[in-house]
């Protein structure tokens, strides 16, 4: 059979591990034999930038990923990470299926990176010891972001002092004061159990996190034309499957978070957001295509 190291960052309990046990079950079903995965849970092989040098370098062979954390490799990706562009799931979804979507999974094939479909972690929001509902509530705060200068500029436009740091490493930053706040998704949120050391998500939906289902180049290239075509298959449903299951474990999440003491409260002075929002889209146009180009996705 065809061997996969998968890297997971969660247990069997969230959907970053259920969608291979299902794509396992699709093979399975579609493919005897064919397929052998080994899925290594709870960020056993480091977070997403770890696992993305992991397939690179041929020791991971598939995983999720956030767009973000292939930014390094794939700068043009950012352009999914620009605040305040996409207004739900409908709306990434539709831009996915179109050219961007042709055009980004080409250029994380030319780094290694077989996308075979995207999938939909859900918003990101601000995750904080108090309620920090207006970017002037930032100022001089020191916030966690992931390693991706997009990130760094968006919150540093907004008042806030950025620390790059590896999802892994967060809850102790959080716990011990090197850092005051971070951003996140909900399932994430509660996945990591951040809800016991930054009680207060304030509702920002400022990025749709989109991700992939990849698998490394190197493995792909490998295949015959019959198992790409079973595998990719296997990979769409199981994304359906997955933004089905994210859902879901938003709702579950934000439950558990609010049985144990956490609140949610919503962003105020939405234009204040938006106006630290727009330095990002003019900083970063040039590297996705142009500013147009970000604003006829927002008006799409």
């Known amino acids: 059979p065809r061997r996969l190291t998968v890297a997971s960052l969660f247990g069997d309990d969230k959907p970053e591990a259920m969608i291979w046990l299902r794509i396992e079950e699709l093979l399975e079903a579609r493919a005897p034999g064919r397929f052998a995965l080994r899925v290594v849970r709870h960020a056993a092989l480091g977070g997403e930038r770890e696992v993305a040098e992991g397939m690179r370098l041929g020791t991971v062979q598939a995983s999720l990923s956030t767009m973000s954390a292939l930014s390094s490799w794939v700068p043009q990706g950012q352009i999914l990470d620009m605040p305040f562009v996409f207004r739900d799931r409908a709306h990434l979804a539709r831009v996915l299926a179109g050219p961007?979507?042709?055009?980004?999974?080409?250029a994380c094939a030319a780094q290694g990176f077989q996308v075979l479909a995207f999938i939909n972690y859900g918003a990101r929001h601000l995750l904080a010891k108090e309620p920090l509902t207006t970017p002037a509530r930032l100022s001089g705060k020191r916030i966690r972001v992931i390693q991706s200068p997009l990130h760094t500029e968006l919150w540093t436009a907004l008042g806030a002092a950025p620390t790059p740091l590896p999802i892994t490493e967060t809850y102790n930053a959080l716990r011990t004061g090197v850092v005051d706040c971070m951003d996140l998704t909900k399932s994430a949120y509660v996945g990591f159990k951040l809800h016991e050391v930054v009680p207060v998500l304030i509702e920002t939906r400022h990025i749709w996190s989109a991700g992939v289902v990849m698998v490394s180049g190197a493995f792909w290239s490998g295949l015959t034309e019959e198992e790409r075509r079973h595998l990719t298959a296997a990979a769409v449903e199981g994304a359906a499957y997955f933004d089905t299951l994210m859902i879901a474990d938003e709702t579950a999440s934000m439950a558990r978070a609010l049985a144990e003491g956490g609140?949610?409260?919503?962003?105020?002075?939405?234009?204040?957001w938006e106006r630290g929002a727009r330095q990002v889209w003019t900083s970063f146009g040039p590297r996705v295509g142009g500013i147009g180009r970000i604003e006829a996705i927002a008006a799409a």
Request: hydrophobic share 35%; glycine share 6%.
């Open 263 to 272: 609140r949610v409260v919503q962003a105020e002075d939405r234009e204040a």
């Open 100 to 106: 961007l979507g042709d055009e980004l999974k080409q």
